[in-house]
């Protein structure tokens, strides 16, 4: 895994937009305004941030919004909250598609 | 050095007067006067006890800015346009800190304060001399901070003289020490001066309040919170205003505060029926105990890095010791309680001496044309949203 994952990548995450200057401006730009307070609070979507981290195994993402969560006001209950949100919805995708299971167990069954 | 003795005679001699004040009916070492996580460095005989310590070990680190070179204040000041340095603004706020004695040892304090700092206590001789500088400069805010500032026997008087002179004071107030006993009667004393309490609450929740300001600290914090609500503070009153101070419980930047402000309102009323009437949010500077804490917790160079790279141009003009005389307990005047604890004197420009100067003999014109003194540290004050007594900056 070391071979991939190097934690520079993280603080040079905007030189992606040397390979394509419009589009990586475009998506930081959007980036940005995504995580501004709005209907939701900057803390609010940190702590999604933080749940969808988890979700999408992405050490970057984890890193980054661990710190992010913090500065934004969470506490450590609070990120570990927002952190089971994501496990009981993938486990709970799991376990939904139990039904199609059940369907077919159901139909060849006796 | 540069005070004569007769000066050195009455900044440093300590007078009987005070000794009987110094009785607070609980002993403050114990943990009923309130949380203690850490010790001291002082007490501990810590290198960092000493400023030169502190500033050799943040001056030392191997940081570099975005072009490379090592990483110095006065260089980033110099690039967004300012080659002269930080220079001073209009004086607005005369911040007197009486003193490093605390009934809590929290495990960030700048001052490293505690129950055993009895030796940094600001005289009545001082403070009668602070009033007199007071009087010869425009401010119209005087702060008084510590340690905890009610535990100094002039605490009171400095209000009081404060308050007849026409100013807005402001206590800056770790909470717990209302709970002593001999202080029960604070929070409508200092209702009846309109005096704005500034008090700190690192999170609006239990863990990180107590992780920072020891086991307890949350639940005497609550308890106070109420006591001063009791007393008209925080219902919206602009006599009886009730400030929340937050710094991090840790490696990072404090916060938006007024995006936290609007959650910690509805949470403190939902959760305990406290109420508050604005939060300000501060950066951890790194010194004193923050910085022994970065240094052993391996987050040193990374939270210096942090604040490099939050450099934020438009925190600059805002900067407090551009509009703060920061007096010491000993009397000593510096640009800010940062450079206070880190004994960075001021700089009179054109001044055969060191440019050290006491409240005795304070002089306004002289103060507003010193060249404000920085280091390392600085970074603090810049990151992110900014950072001073006052809040966010930017």
Known sequence: MSDYYKSEHLANFAKIADGQKELGQAFFSYYGKVFEDGALTAREKSLIALAVAHAVQCPYCIDAYSKDAQEKGADFEQMTEALHVAVAIRGGASLVHGMQMKMHVEESGM | MTFNKDADERLFHAPDDTQAALDYGVDLDSPEAGPK????????????????????TL?????????????????????????????????????????????MTCKHCHV????DRVEAMMTRATAEACLAALDQTDCRTVDITGGAPELNPNFRFLVEESIKRGKHV??????????VPKFADLPEWLAERGVEVVCSLPHYRQRNT????????????????????????????????????????????AGSQASMEREWKAALERDHGARFDRLIALNNMPISRFLEWLQNSGNLVSYMNRLLDGFNPATVPGVMCRNTVSVGWDGRVYDCDFNQMLDMEIAVEGSSSEGAMTVFEFSPEKFAARRIRTARHCYGCTAGAGSSCGGATA
């Open chain 2, 210 to 253: 107590d992780a920072q300001r020891g086991d307890g600290a949350y639940e005497k914090s609550i308890q106070a919170l109420r006591r001063l609500n009791e007393a008209g503070y925080g219902q919206g009153d602009p006599n009886k205003i009730l400030t929340l101070m937050t710094n991090p419980a840790g490696a990072f930047l």
């Open chain 2, 170 to 179: 402001i206590d800056r107030c770790n909470l717990t020490i209302l709970l």
């Open chain 2, 37 to 56: 996580p850490v010790i001291s460095l002082r007490r501990r005989g810590s290198s960092l006890a000493s400023a030169a310590e502190q500033l050799r």
């Open chain 2, 112 to 115: 490293d304060a505690g129950p």
């Open chain 2, 59 to 103: 001056g030392t680190l191997d940081l570099v800015d975005a072009q490379g070179r090592p990483a110095n204040f006065e260089q980033h000041i110099a690039d967004i346009g300012m080659a002269r340095g930080l220079r001073p603004a209009p004086l607005e706020i005369f911040q007197i800190n009486v003193g490093k004695l605390c009934n």
